[in-house]
């Protein structure tokens, strides 16, 4: 029986919650303590990679930046229960102060969230 194909509307499109959303516990933050991590959407990707690259001396050449890499993507994947980013811009500094280990796992979970797989932060550093 063959199933019949039927495109997406671009209203069914903007309509469809596609960010997953996953609870990763944090132990070190407190017996029962977790967080919410969402994955980013495209707009908020871009703007994740321009934070992390910017051009050499002015040149073509991109060069990442590496400083608080894991600590920005996880601010801008950190969400409360009701979905509302946890951190702001300006504390990325002073989250990259807490447990590496911590940091890590949320880093993990906000990339896979975010459809970011190992190729794609090989490709980011490269370029």
């Known amino acids: 029986?063959?199933?019949?194909?039927?495109?997406?509307?671009a209203s069914a499109i903007l309509a469809?919650?596609?960010l997953p959303t996953v609870w990763i516990q944090t132990p070190e933050w407190g017996r029962y303590a977790?967080?919410?991590i969402r994955g980013m959407s495209g707009s908020e990707r871009d703007q994740f990679e321009?934070?992390?690259?910017?051009?050499?001396?002015?040149?073509?050449?991109?060069?990442?930046?590496?400083?608080?890499?894991r600590a920005t993507m996880v601010v801008s994947c950190a969400?409360?229960?009701?979905g509302n980013r946890?951190?702001?811009g300006d504390q990325v500094e002073a989250l990259g102060r807490k447990s590496g280990a911590v940091i890590d796992r949320l880093f993990d979970a906000a990339r896979k969230a975010s459809g970011i797989?190992?190729?794609?932060?090989k490709?980011?550093?490269?370029n």
């Open 1 to 9: 029986m063959a199933i019949a194909k039927k495109g997406l509307t």
């Open 16 to 18: 469809a919650d596609d």
């Open 34 to 36: 977790g967080v919410w």
């Open 50 to 69: 321009a934070r992390v690259s910017g051009l050499d001396g002015g040149g073509d050449q991109v060069k990442m930046n590496y400083t608080n890499l």
């Open 79 to 82: 969400v409360d229960d009701d």
């Open 86 to 88: 946890l951190f702001d």
């Open 117 to 121: 797989g190992e190729d794609d932060v």
């Open 123 to 126: 490709k980011l550093s490269k």
